[in-house]
């Protein structure tokens, strides 16, 4: 009975379909044939553009050749690569790839230094292919560019005309060869460095970009009495890199400068303020902009990252050459105090020290006495600490610390040692709010603090007079609030304010302050404000 129905059923259908009732389904077709939507091209760890806009790519050090990238509709591309060099219309290289999320991309091996290639591209779907592409274009240069050193200054003979700590003048040539009947990138920039360059490109604080003879000239501190290795890579505008060593010898100054403030031993006293990498930027009290003159790196910083969470002091040296400034280091709320002896004319390629808590305190007539019982054992009581000048010896340097609201000296021995000693000068705790300043001495040897108050913006100059007997006299000291010389130096426009010493030549010291905005701008004494420009 089921298969009587079933033959029926089949049988009423088949008549259906003959006489037209029913319509056979027909699969619908395509309305829409692949195409390219977009190209780029990639090599040596890059991607461009095709594009009018964009220059072609450079191609270079990969093995594999350049990368050719396509955004189609179908289901893959097939690639043709011509030689436009050679001028043949044959291609030299043709290659398909199948399509993921609409990209397909192929690498092309074997390509010929010098030589500048064009390509276009079809999408693929079936038996479908689109239309070509417009076409892109790049070039093969796996030549290495040279670099030659040369200086006057700084003859590899030997024969220098200058000293260590002196700046010299190096020229760097550079060649970038191309083959017969090829072309070649050309010479993008220069690094260097002393001794040794860590990873970088043209974009690092230490490239030099040349003109357009492939020449660039760059004036360096030698840093070392004797021996120097200056070294230099050249780099191409395909990224291809080569380095070469410069070696001189540099002679030791007979007569060399003794400037309190001086870091990089110039014989100018120098401003220090971090850059916004937290590189220590050195800017010469005397300059007319803010470059620096030298940078120390911020991997040289006590926590190897930045420098601009420390408080950093200097004026004065012990027993070293070059005469130039120690630095003397503190985070606030630290016990440790770091101290960098300067060795190298402030590139401070030796690590630092501990200074060490003197365990001797004095009195006011420098008599040895206990130490009161608010003296800490180390230098986490020390909120703000400057250098304070020479008052022991020439150069001695000497620290002034805020510490529980009064100020304390230290000062008369090596703190590397601790062999200094610790004097407190005031005792009323009437100092906190207080931003303190140490300008140094004056040209007849006169010291001062000067000191910024936080709530007021006035600014405050206390003298230290050198005495009949040679001692200075601190009693300036005792009333915080007094010797008012300036308005207006609220924290609000300047949070940092510091004094480096004679600036503008009158044997006076002068005021030098960060605005909000990180625009350097110096003072003759605390009035004529000169703005600098922006800091890096």
């Known amino acids: 009975m089921t298969l009587r129905h079933a033959r029926r059923l089949g049988g009423v259908t088949a008549a259906a379909v003959a006489a037209g009732l029913l319509a056979t389904p ?40 350049p990368t050719l990238n396509a955004k ?22 043709t290659g398909e790839a199948q399509a993921y999320a609409q990209k397909a991309g192929v690498k092309v091996p074997g390509l010929l230094d010098g030589h500048s290639y064009a390509w276009h591209v079809w999408a693929l779907d079936g038996t479908q292919v689109s239309a070509p592409s417009a076409d892109c274009h790049f ?13 006057t200054d700084f003859p590899a003979s030997g024969k220098a005309t200058k000293y260590a700590g002196q700046k010299g003048t190096f020229v760097l040539k550079g060649v970038d060869p191309a083959p017969a009947g090829g072309k070649s990138s050309g010479i993008a920039c220069f690094r260097y460095g002393w001794d040794y360059l860590g990873v970088g490109g043209c974009d690092a604080t230490d490239a030099v970009r040349p003109g357009a003879d492939g020449t660039a000239t760059v004036d360096l501190r030698v840093v070392n009495w004797g021996s120097n290795n200056l070294v230099v890579q050249a780099i191409d505008n395909t990224g291809n890199v080569n380095p070469t060593s410069y070696s001189f010898y540099a002679p030791s100054n007979p007569n060399p400068p003794k400037t309190l403030g001086d870091v990089d031993g110039d014989g100018v006293a120098d401003i220090l303020v971090p850059d916004s990498q937290g590189n220590l930027q050195y800017i010469g009290v005397n300059a007319s902009g803010t470059a620096p003159g030298s940078t120390v790196r911020a991997a040289v910083a006590p926590d190897r990252t930045s420098w ?9 040296w012990t027993d070293h050459a070059p005469s130039a400034d120690d630095f003397f280091v503190h985070k606030p709320g630290q016990g440790y105090l770091y101290m960098y002896r300067n060795f190298d004319y402030g590139s401070f ?6 200074a060490d808590r003197s365990t001797e305190c004095v009195d006011d007539a420098g008599t040895v006495v206990a130490c009161p019982a608010d003296y800490a054992s180390d230098w986490s009581k020390a909120d703000q600490l400057v250098a304070f000048g020479p008052v022991v010896g020439d150069a001695d340097p000497s620290l002034l610390t805020l510490e529980n609201g009064n100020l304390w ?6 703190f590397a040692y601790g062999y200094q000693q610790a004097r407190k000068l005031t005792t ?53 609030a007094a010797n008012v010389v300036a308005t207006g130096f609220t924290t609000a426009a300047y949070p940092t304010l510091g004094s480096s010493g004679d600036g503008d030549g009158d044997g006076k010291p002068d005021l030098w302050a960060v605005t909000a905005d990180r625009h350097l701008v110096t003072f003759g004494g605390w009035s004529a404000p000169k703005d600098l420009g922006a800091l890096r």
Do not use: M
Request: net charge negative; with cysteine; glycine share 12%.
């Open 428 to 480: 009323s705790g009437a100092w906190n709010g207080y931003d303190l300043i140490a300008p140094g001495p004056d040209s007849a040897g006169n010291l001062a603090l000067w000191a910024r108050d936080r709530a007021t913006g006035e600014l405050h100059a206390y003298p230290v007079t050198k005495q009949a007997d040679g001692l200075l006299d601190f009693s300036a000291l005792a009333d915080p």
């Open 26 to 65: 027909v699969p619908a077709v395509a309305d829409t044939a692949p195409a390219v939507l977009g190209t780029e091209q990639g090599g040596d760890y890059r991607t461009v553009a095709c594009d009018p806009t964009t220059a072609p790519l450079w191609s270079g050090r990969s093995t594999y050749g």
């Open 139 to 151: 070039s093969v240069d796996t030549t290495a560019p040279t670099v030659t050193v040369s200086s």
């Open 308 to 316: 601009a969470s420390y408080q950093v002091a200097h004026r004065g």
């Open 409 to 414: 000296l230290h000062a008369g021995g090596d």
């Open 72 to 93: 189609v509709t179908g289901t893959g591309a097939r690639f043709s690569v011509r030689d436009e060099t050679t001028g043949a219309q044959d291609p030299v290289y």
């Open 349 to 354: 390629g030796q690590t630092w020290t501990g």
